[in-house]
């Protein structure tokens, strides 16, 4: 098989909370708080290159040089709906991160991505871009969102997501190679409706209670 390209959080917490995710016996707001956690958890991960710049302060003890977050500006961008169960761990760790929004959803009988909404910070393009989703399925959501992020000028982009399916992340390694994919876990099988399995079945019918 073809080599993918994606990081796994491999973290005991993370897989654990996801096994609890997927389990049918979940029911909505454990769903959601699973979610929001391994929004945070993720953080984490994602966040791990992100430049440094020193400070000098004073403790109650004397003067030092600490290290802080640079300048560079986060922006974190959650696909509608299911994207957005994620935004409120990320933030607690990252305060300072802006959110933008996409709104994509699949047509049930093509699969392709149809989008509806597009409302980012009037800066992006000088920001690094988290784009949030649980499920990478056929990838056709994540790329049309990378692809709309690219011709707003957005260079660094990373793909945060809890399940990915091997044929989406191969399609996102092939269409946007600069793209770095973060997942829990990489399922084999994509079924006829373009579901994960086993997956966890629909992510923001799940987290919205809308079935
Ligand atoms: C789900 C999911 C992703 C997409 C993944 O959203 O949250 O955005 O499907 O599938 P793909 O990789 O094949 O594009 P959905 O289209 O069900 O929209 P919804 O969250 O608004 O229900
Ligand atoms: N979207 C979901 O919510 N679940 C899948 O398995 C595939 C796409």
Redesign the pocket.
């Known amino acids: 098989m073809e080599q993918l390209k994606a990081f796994i959080f491999d973290h005991p917490l993370i897989q654990h909370k996801v096994t609890k995710l997927r389990d049918e016996t979940t029911d909505t707001k454990n769903f959601r708080e699973l979610v929001e956690e391994l929004g945070m958890l993720m953080a984490y991960e994602v966040t791990r290159d992100l430049p440094l710049k020193e400070v000098e302060i004073t403790t109650p003890m004397g003067p030092t040089v600490g290290k802080m977050l640079g300048d560079k500006k986060i922006t974190l961008v959650p696909?509608?709906?299911?994207?957005l169960g994620m935004v409120s761990g990320m933030q607690s760790i990252m305060p300072q991160a802006r959110v933008g929004h996409i709104g994509?959803?699949?047509d049930p009988d093509t699969?392709e991505?149809v989008e509806y909404y597009f409302k980012m910070p009037s800066d992006v393009a000088d920001s690094e871009v988290f784009i949030l989703?649980?499920?990478?399925?056929?990838?056709?959501?994540?790329a049309a969102a990378i692809t709309l992020l690219k011709r707003r000028g957005v260079k660094h982009i990373r793909v945060v997501c809890v399940i990915a399916a091997e044929y989406?992340v191969k399609r996102l390694n092939e269409e946007h190679p600069d793209v770095e994919v973060f997942c829990a876990t990489v399922d084999e099988v994509l079924n006829d409706h373009?579901y994960i399995v086993p997956g966890l079945g629909?992510?923001?019918?799940r987290l919205f209670g809308t079935k």
Not at 79 to 83: C, F, T
Not at 133 to 142: R, Y
Not at 202 to 205: L, R
């Open positions: 696909v509608l709906r299911a994207g994509v959803y699949r699969l991505p989703d649980p499920m990478l399925a056929t990838g056709g959501s994540a989406g373009g629909d992510a923001g019918d």
